[in-house]
């Protein structure tokens, strides 16, 4: 049945915010989901080929980014008591706990990754270490994370993709095409800092890879 009243209307449109918000975080989170993936293959042949580590590194970013402003949009709405996140509710408490604690270790894996590539030789060792410590802290995190959230990703991506289940929800076209945005802005910087990695390469193999 429609809604008929002013309120119904209302209603809806809040609802349908919120949903799509939880789809976009959705279909963001599958596609690190294969990129992090990618990623932890090339952690196996970092020895071999450091260039595809850190190719696959940056082109994480804009994806991280996309992700992280959908969930923070999420739970800013929240708690500024929006009514269509308020009638949604909170995750469970150990997810509410775990998510900053997430947040804050891949902004902090990240960063640590980025300043290897630019930092003097005397500064990389310690980068190294933090940047090593805050992944061990980082997997154990979003493992519990990502299992968490696996089944909604899984039927999300689905649905929004091949149109398989779920109601359709306007707006498809467009959360796909940011997606995929998020994956061609995150090219050029991908090329252009892996060929500003010579010096980083030169230290990793001749030093850094002894620590």
Do not use: C
């Amino acid at each position: 049945m429609q809604p008929t009243t002013t309120k119904q209307r209302k209603v809806l449109r809040q609802d349908r915010g919120v949903t799509i918000n939880s789809r976009l975080t959705a279909m963001f989170g599958g596609l690190l989901f294969v990129l992090l993936g990618i990623e932890g293959l090339t952690i196996v042949l970092i020895h071999k080929d450091l260039y595809l580590h850190i190719f696959f590194g940056m082109l994480l970013i804009p994806p991280i980014l996309f992700k992280l402003g959908t969930t923070v949009y999420k739970a800013f709405k929240y708690y500024v008591n929006s009514p269509g996140y308020k009638r949604k509710g909170p995750p469970p408490t150990i997810l509410r706990l775990l998510g900053p604690v997430v947040i804050i270790l891949t902004v902090l894996l990240m960063a640590t990754g980025i300043a290897l590539l630019v930092a003097p030789d005397s500064m990389r060792a310690n980068l190294l270490f933090f940047h090593r410590a805050a992944f061990v802290l980082w997997f154990g995190a979003m493992t519990i994370h990502v299992l968490a959230h696996l089944k909604e990703t899984f039927e999300v991506n689905i649905a929004e993709w091949t149109k398989s289940a779920f109601k359709p929800l306007p707006g498809s076209t467009f959360r796909k095409g940011l997606v995929l945005f998020s994956v061609v802005a995150g090219m050029p910087l991908a090329i252009w800092i892996g060929s500003k990695t010579n010096s980083w390469l030169h230290w990793f193999y001749g030093i850094g890879f002894h620590k």
